[in-house]
């Protein structure tokens, strides 16, 4: 019998002490033919204590280091499971890795135990399904455990897969064994059948978060994570207090220390509604005019406003609902972006050395009344072709605000910090980690000098707080923008005190967009591409999909996306719980629970009932006297009444 109560939500985070990661070093290291001796013993050199590998069975039942079937990808002719293990060891194997040409020999299992034995390093073995060794047939794992017995490592080894039944047949068979179960996208389905095998957890980067760390701590399991190869993905998965980091080619004696992930505050309770308001483009067949994607390639808007700057017309177009409506100087260059205030910002140079110019128009400005703009020239510090801008705060204001340029090429970004129209201070940022390219970009979260996100195509999305770059992914590790779609563009805003990240994902270049929860790691809505026009001649050179969040009312945005040679559309986003409080029994109007029917009284009782997922997906229909809970799955609902609104919880 389901219970149901008026709630409450709360969110509960308990952080634990982080502890330094060990690193394991993935198919030896990236330097060498992979899994070969050099690789291990470059490994050794970088400090790997772990160094992990996979596994095969040979034709006379020998065990071989080798991730695939056959030696093709590596220049061989063989396959493993029908060849000897001096048929396989007789290739020399080759390899390019970072522009260098390894060559080198496949290893077995105990030469390799025995360089362990030399290098003092421990292995980490993961299971490839192979003749014996695979979830229809374990009968070649008692060889395999007792050859890594008589090396003398058994209990120091780990063996990993993503074999269950192999790991279930280990685990009751070899309970001593310390062992992990490789997973990706779907951890989360696999959680408790790893907590019933007592079976730590080796999680693909971008697929987990910080709660996902805790939850199997929690359970007294260890998480490794595969694979990061840079400072920022160390920091973040460190950060998280992950047991172990996978890496190519981290140098485990020369790490950064370890920095907790910032602290936000706890998120308020939303039920966060997106809905498309209107769309011109080319798949609806009315794109707007004067979207040209080689030279109107940044685009902003305010007020319901798009303005996008033509740098062959000089001309910044402005738009309503998708429709031009004139024109007013524009500049040189492609950069066009507004600050927190409205301000307009247009760069007036394509210049790549240090001097720039730009031209801003103050908030309101239209075509038939765009004002006298304020012009204006600055030294900054680094130097480089930077093609789009960002801002914050309020340039034209007394408070100020800063223009962010990223120079291709650089590991710094330029802050100019304006006041009042002029020039307050000109400096740059401490080094990141990730060099920019020709469509760099900053990503404000507040009118500072830090606390930004920067974004690099074909890279990823990174938070800069000052003295550390984080990485932040927030998408699909191999497949899904940020990480490897090249399309730039971004927005990110509070709701509630829930971080939203609105973020590229669709076809590159076409304007395809995911909107999502950041603080509940949950995804609002996936936007299909608005147009069909990629990097193409007349497509979409600047490869961006411009993205503008702003703030129309309490808990309410609107997204302004300018999509270059695509199309334009705008969306509205709001917290459907914003205003509303909970309602206690017997206050007018109130609700009550009888068995699993919710009864609204102090309004009509045929007033119609509509019970909502915290999504915004309708569960339930009823009327006030009478809607029917009992077929609803457990969780936080919302029950609307006509004005009134009541939060319901089903356990």
């Not at 269950?164 to 779907?186: A, H, S, V, W």
């Not at 402005?318 to 950069?335: L, N, Q, R, V």
Request: glycine share 10%; charged share 15%; proline share 4%.
């Amino acid at each position: 019998m389901k219970h149901i109560y008026l709630t409450t939500l709360a969110l509960l985070t308990a952080l634990g002490a982080l502890a330094q990661p060990q690193l394991v070093g993935h198919r030896g290291s990236g330097y060498g033919v992979e899994s070969t001796e050099e690789a291990f013993r470059r490994g050794a050199e970088l400090g790997y204590v772990w160094v992990e590998s996979d596994l095969k069975v040979t034709g006379d039942k020998q065990f071989v280091l080798s991730h695939d079937d056959d030696t093709k990808r590596l220049g061989g002719t063989l396959t493993i499971a029908t060849s000897t293990l001096a048929q396989l060891q007789a290739e020399t194997l080759t390899q390019k890795r970072s522009g260098v040409t390894y060559t080198g020999k496949l290893m077995s299992l105990p030469e390799w135990l025995a360089l362990c034995d030399e290098l003092g390093q421990k292995p980490l073995i993961e299971l490839k399904w192979a003749t014996g060794v695979n979830n229809n047939d374990c009968s070649n794992i008692p060889l395999l455990i007792s050859t890594i017995e008589q090396a003398g490592y058994r209990d120091k080894c780990i063996i990993m897969t993503s074999m269950k039944k192999c790991l279930e047949y280990i685990r009751t068979n070899y309970p001593d064994i310390e062992l992990q179960f490789l997973t990706g996208q779907y951890w989360s389905n696999h959680f408790d059948w790893c907590v019933t095998h007592g079976i730590d957890a080796d999680i693909q980067a971008g697929y987990f978060e910080q709660s996902t760390v805790e939850r199997f701590h929690n359970a007294g399991l260890k998480v490794n994570m595969w694979t990061t190869n840079d400072l920022s993905g160390y920091r973040k998965y460190a950060g998280w207090g992950c047991d172990f980091i996978t890496t190519d080619r981290l140098d485990a004696n020369n790490l950064p220390e370890i920095v907790p992930p910032p602290t936000y505050p706890e998120p308020g309770e939303v039920d966060i509604v997106f809905e498309r308001l209107w769309i011109k483009s080319t798949t609806t067949g009315d794109a707007p005019e004067h979207i040209d994607g080689t030279n109107a390639q940044q685009g902003t808007a305010v007020n319901g406003i798009f303005y996008v700057n033509d740098c062959a017309d000089r001309l910044i177009y402005t738009f309503t609902d998708g429709i031009c409506t004139g024109s007013m100087p524009g500049g040189a260059g492609w950069g066009c972006c507004r600050d927190d205030a409205g301000n307009i910002i247009v760069r007036d140079d394509k210049l790549s050395g240090t001097e720039h110019s730009f031209i801003i128009y103050p908030s309101g400005a239209t075509a038939a009344q765009p004002g006298e703009p304020v012009r204006l020239t600055v030294e900054v510090p680094v130097a480089g072709q930077t093609n789009f801008i960002s801002a914050a705060g309020n340039v034209l204001g007394s408070e100020g605000g800063y223009i962010y340029l990223y120079p291709r090429d650089k590991r710094l970004v330029n802050l100019i910090h304006l006041a009042g129209g002029a020039i307050e201070s000109v400096n740059q940022s401490a080094e990141l980690e990730i060099m920019g390219s020709a469509a760099g970009y900053v990503i404000p979260t507040a009118n500072k000098a830090t606390d930004w996100y920067y974004q690099v195509r074909n890279k990823g999305i990174y938070f800069y707080r000052g003295a550390v770059s984080d990485d932040f992914s927030v998408g699909n590790s191999s497949t899904t923008a940020p990480a490897r779609n090249s399309t730039g563009g971004a927005a990110f805003f509070t709701i509630n005190d829930n971080r939203i990240f609105i973020h590229n994902s669709g076809a590159n270049y076409m304007g395809g967009f995911t909107v999502r929860n950041i603080s509940t790691d949950a995804v609002i809505a996936n936007v299909e591409p608005i147009g069909a026009l990629g990097y193409e001649t007349g497509g979409n050179y600047s490869t961006f999909n411009w993205l503008i969040a702003e703030e129309t009312a309490p808990q309410e945005f609107t997204i302004y996306q300018y999509c270059p040679a695509n199309g334009m559309a705008a969306y509205r986003l709001y917290n459907r719980l914003a205003g509303v409080t909970n309602v206690s029994v017997g206050a007018a109007p109130s609700c009550r629970i009888e068995g699993t029917t919710l009864r609204i009284s102090g309004v009509d009782t045929t007033v119609p009932v509509t019970v909502y997922s915290l999504t915004g997906t309708a569960a339930a229909y009823g009327t006030a006297s009478a809607t029917d809970l009992g077929s609803i799955a457990p969780g936080i609902y919302i029950a609307r009444a006509g004005n009134n609104a009541f939060k319901i919880a089903i356990r």
